[in-house]
């Protein structure tokens, strides 16, 4: 039975874990959005600041204290949110979109195609993402978008395994072999048929990968391999322990980039995994089986355990 937009809804929001993780990311883009009307302070405005005004506590104008430079915290981290998910939800695309590609073509043409494709794959999964990373960054020129590519073209060899795997299954099924048997072309098989059979794991996996991607840029920025020019949580981490922050104890200005980093990828998983439950009827029904079996099997004396 095919999944309308409607049905899948009614499933998805009887999911706790799901609707937790859509509400976490939700209210993370909104913030993003809308941060101009939400921040206090506009970060790229010039000020004026005494000594007192640098790492000052918390305070009703500053309800998150301030930085090092004077600047209201709050609205660094508002602002910050723009860039952080923009990476992920970049970074992410080009990773899923190369991954997804390799996958269906190895998955689908098989022999010589899938090995060189998938070998290939191995020798980029053995190689540790955040390294390479981190070399190819301090090598060019450390803007927003070469972060944004790097991590993309670093992130995709998950993606590929699982879409390929999702494609040997469904390319043996007896619809495709009855399109394949009356002359269908490739490309219709795989657009027509088995591509909307694998977006729901691909669905699943840019949930995912978006909070690897905003922890990958994240860690790049608190090296110091971010965009000097974009302020994001990873920036704001950077700046905090290499100015001072901490022998000064200014812990508002390392707990709030922190929380957010944690807010948006905790978000990511409960949502992947919600999505997960809901568009894999296999796994929904293993566990409402599980929970079933848990009712009805009485319990044993302990005699005889």
């Known amino acids: 039975m095919q999944t309308t937009p409607t049905s899948f809804w009614h499933s998805f929001r009887r999911n706790r874990m799901g609707m937790i993780g859509l509400i976490m990311l939700g209210l993370a883009i909104f913030v993003a959005i809308f941060a101009p009307l939400l921040a206090p302070f506009d970060p790229a405005t010039p000020l004026r600041v005494s000594i007192d005004d640098i790492y000052a506590r918390p305070s009703p104008a500053h309800p998150l204290g301030t930085d090092d430079a004077g600047r209201d915290v709050l609205s660094n981290f508002i602002y910050g949110a723009r860039v952080s998910l923009f990476v992920g939800f970049f970074a992410s695309a080009i990773s899923i979109g190369i ?35 981190v070399v190819i960054v301090a090598l060019t020129r450390p803007n927003l978008w070469n972060i944004i590519f790097i991590i993309g073209i670093l992130g995709w060899t998950g993606t590929a395994r699982l879409v390929r795997a999702q494609t040997l299954s469904v390319k043996q099924r007896k619809f495709v072999l009855r399109a394949r048997a009356i002359g269908a072309g490739n490309i219709y098989i795989i657009r027509r048929h088995i591509f909307p059979l694998v977006l729901p794991l691909v669905v699943v996996n840019t949930v995912l990968v978006i909070s690897l991607a905003i ?39 390392l707990v709030a980039p922190g929380f957010g980093i944690v807010w948006v990828v905790l978000g990511c998983t409960l949502l992947g995994q919600g999505l997960e439950q809901t568009l894999n009827p296999r796994l929904r029904t293993h566990h409402l089986a599980v929970g079933d079996e848990m009712v009805a099997r009485p319990a044993q004396p302990a005699g005889d355990r």
């Open 215 to 253: 922890l990958n840029e994240s860690t790049l920025s608190f090296l110091g391999l971010g965009d000097p020019t974009a302020l994001s949580w990873g920036q704001m981490l950077n700046f905090a322990f290499t100015r001072g922050a901490t022998s000064a104890g200014a812990w508002w200005a």
């Open 99 to 133: 991954g997804g590609v390799i996958g269906l073509v190895a998955g689908y043409l098989g022999g010589r195609v899938e090995t060189v494709l998938m070998r290939f794959t191995d020798i980029m999964l053995v190689i540790p993402d955040l390294p390479l990373a």
